[in-house]
């Protein structure tokens, strides 16, 4: 039943339907799905395929977009659930997120973004296109324990770098933590950067956050 459910949320997003989209993700709601599984076994998956659909010259930016829009309808659809279904009450720590500078993808920060609040953390969002200075004096303002950085181009990886280095320079690290993430970031790009941690997913994000504040 749910691998019907999964195959569907899939095509909805290489489909670019978000109508769809969000039917089937309330759909999953209403069937007690974990709404982390469902984005992660159903609305990536479509996304994935034409992601590399792009990437081989088989698909184009308005399929791009169109695929964008639907995940992104999806996973709105499914933020209060994950947040309802968050269990902590202690507050953990404070978290500065963004996108960074020149890079407009959203998705997978905002995802990490809900899991990290799901989970005890008081997160400031600043949304994507993110300058690094308004990362450092956001975090700065609200006494942040870890400034988190996404990117999902290469070109703009390397401003994750900027953002360890500006922290370096003002002598806030090791009390600010710079964790970084996005499908291009990879474990040797974090050593190479300095940068105190990084994930692959928004699971695994929370893990490492919790790791950082208990440091
Ligand atoms: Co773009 N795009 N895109 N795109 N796009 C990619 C990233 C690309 C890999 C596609 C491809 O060619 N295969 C490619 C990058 C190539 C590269 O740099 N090597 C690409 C390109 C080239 C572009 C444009 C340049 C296209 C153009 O205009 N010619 C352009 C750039 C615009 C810009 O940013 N300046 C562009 C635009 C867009 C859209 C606007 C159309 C749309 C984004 C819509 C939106 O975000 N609102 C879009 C989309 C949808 C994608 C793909 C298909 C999907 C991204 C996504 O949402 N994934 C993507 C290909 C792909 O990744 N398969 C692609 C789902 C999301 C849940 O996963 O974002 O990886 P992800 O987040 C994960 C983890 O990475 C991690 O946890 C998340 C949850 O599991 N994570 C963190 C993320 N941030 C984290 C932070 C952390 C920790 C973990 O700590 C702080």
């Not at 998705?107 to 296109?129: C, E, H, N, R, W």
């Amino acid at each position: 039943m749910s691998e019907q459910l999964y195959q569907a949320m899939a095509q909805s997003i290489i489909d670019g339907d978000a109508d769809e989209a969000e039917r089937l993700a309330k759909e999953a709601i209403q069937a007690g799905i974990d709404p982390l599984e469902a984005i992660n076994q159903g609305f990536v998956v479509g996304v994935n395929q034409v992601g590399d659909a792009f990437s081989c010259g088989d698909a184009f930016l308005p399929e791009l977009v169109m695929a964008g829009e639907a995940m992104k309808t999806a996973v709105n659809t499914l933020e209060p659930e994950m947040a309802r279904r968050g269990t902590s009450r202690q507050m953990l720590g404070k978290v500065v997120l963004g996108t960074i500078h020149g890079d407009i993808h959203d998705i997978g920060k905002t995802l990490v973004g809900t899991m990290l609040a799901a989970s005890g953390f008081q997160v400031f969002d600043l949304g994507v296109d993110v300058p690094v200075t308004a990362l450092v004096e956001k975090a700065l303002e609200v006494g942040a324990d870890i400034i988190g950085v996404s990117s999902l181009l290469t070109t703009t990886m390397v401003r994750q770098r900027d953002v360890v280095e500006a922290l370096d320079d003002m002598g806030l690290r090791p009390r600010v933590k710079v964790m970084v993430g996005g499908a291009p970031v990879t474990r040797e790009w974090v050593a190479e950067i300095g940068a105190d941690g990084y994930s692959e997913d928004a699971i695994g994000a929370v893990k490492v956050a919790r790791a950082l504040v208990e440091k």
